[in-house]
């Protein structure tokens, strides 16, 4: 419910109501059941903005994993997402001008879906909507948490909305504030940083021929391509696309016109959905690997992006998200069951023991791949072109692939 007056004191604060806070509220919620909690939700950004500026809800698509399915089952918002969302079928992966390539189908993993795609507008959507509907959760939207403080008996925060300044005091501060943390910086929890010197454009394109719900993920020597399959509208062919560049080309390129930059897509493409018609607004993110040095402290949690933000080659930082939100659920929900506090070091430090296998394998899983696929290096190459083989040929190898993929994996 949306609230123009926070209260004094809640139990549960979140900073950012992006895709990772809206989540973690809804899934709460969901568990909770008449449990009673007091919680808040801080977004600094109107759902009604233009939706550039909302780094969750901007144009960007994302492949949500199986495992990411059953969450939103879960908290019965994928029935609102079902007609926008668009299955992967197969995911043919291979290196530009190179021989080797990789199709994983999901006959061949029998599962009804590698995958999932969804425009992330719509699922600000569903997500704003749940939260709108919501008669537990407080929403103060737009405000913007400026500064975050402990106290001896948990935080306090405060809020700039419109033209009031309020003071709040939590038990419990979840931030997911996404990876650019003003807040996270000023409680001084260190990231550690690693450049990748790439930037991935990204736009919406039109081809010729239906996708036939194939992901495509095209190794090139400035970096890996992937164009996802949207749901056609109009009877138009739509693909989601994620082209890493590096940064003075990908700052050159957003300066081109769409007659411009389409032969240069179709060269690194291919022909393999005929021509490209279309490509739509480009919008370009700079990519890192960030993680933070500390993921609680008493009375705090980070969680999604502030946490760790990945490189997008491997489709895992929304997915592992999800997987760390499920968790921070299920343990504070026990919390509250067995009457602890919520912002008690050991009850935040359970959560972390919970996913911090799932995150050190996906951090490195996602770096490993980037690394390999982003090189020209001839010891990369070669590598790369044996493993594409080795895994065309190996069913085994091509199974862990695709569960982790579908993050389904437990390695
Ligand atoms: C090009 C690209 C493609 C991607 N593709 C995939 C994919 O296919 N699969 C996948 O799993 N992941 C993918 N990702 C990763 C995914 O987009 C992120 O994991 C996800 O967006 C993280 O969401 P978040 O809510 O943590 O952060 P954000 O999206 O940054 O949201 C943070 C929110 O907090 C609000 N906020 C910030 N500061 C304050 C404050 N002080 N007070 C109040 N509110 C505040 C912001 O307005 C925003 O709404 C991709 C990423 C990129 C860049």
Known sequence: MQISEPDNFYDLVIVGGGIVGASFCCALEQELGETPLSILVVEAIS???????????????????????????????????????????????????????????????????????????????????????????????????????????????????????????????????GGKSPVCEQLGIAQSVERYDQHALIANIVFEKPHQHVAFERFTDTGPLAVLPLESIDGKNRGSLVWTLSVEQAAQYRELNEEELLPLLQERFGYKLGKILEIG??????????????????????????????????????????????????VLVNAKQQGLGLGEMNVLLEYVACQEADQATTTQFTHNI??????????????RKFGLVAIELLPTLRRGLAERAMGLSKS
Not at 98 to 111: A, M, P, W, Y
Not at 309 to 329: I, K, S, Y
Request: glycine fraction near 6%.
């Open 370 to 383: 980037t690394k390999l696929f982003s090189s020209n290096n001839e010891a990369k190459v070669w590598l």
């Open 47 to 177: 759902p009604n903005t233009n939706s550039a500026r909302q780094s969750s809800f901007d144009a960007k698509s994302t492949a949500l994993s199986f495992g990411s399915r059953k969450f939103l089952e879960g908290i019965d918002l994928w029935q609102a997402l079902d007609d926008a969302v668009s299955a992967i079928h197969e995911i043919q992966v291979s290196d530009r001008g190179r021989l080797g390539s990789v199709k994983i189908n999901r006959d061949e993993q029998d599962v009804e879906a590698l995958g999932y795609v969804v425009e992330n507008k719509r699922l600000g959507q569903v997500l704003n909507a749940r939260l709108n509907e919501s008669k537990k959760i407080n929403l103060l939207c737009p405000a913007l948490v400026s500064c975050v403080k402990a106290t001896e008996k948990g935080m306090q925060l405060d809020l700039n909305h419109g033209d009031t300044e309020t003071r709040v005091d939590a038990s419990l501060v979840v931030l997911a504030d």
């Open 281 to 330: 607004e480009t919008f370009v993110y700079p990519l890192s690997l960030c993680i933070a040095k500390e993921q609680v402290r008493p009375s705090l949690a980070l969680l999604g992006n502030v946490a760790h933000t990945l490189h997008p080659v491997a489709g895992q930082g929304l997915n592992l998200a999800l997987r760390d939100t499920r968790a921070l659920v299920d």
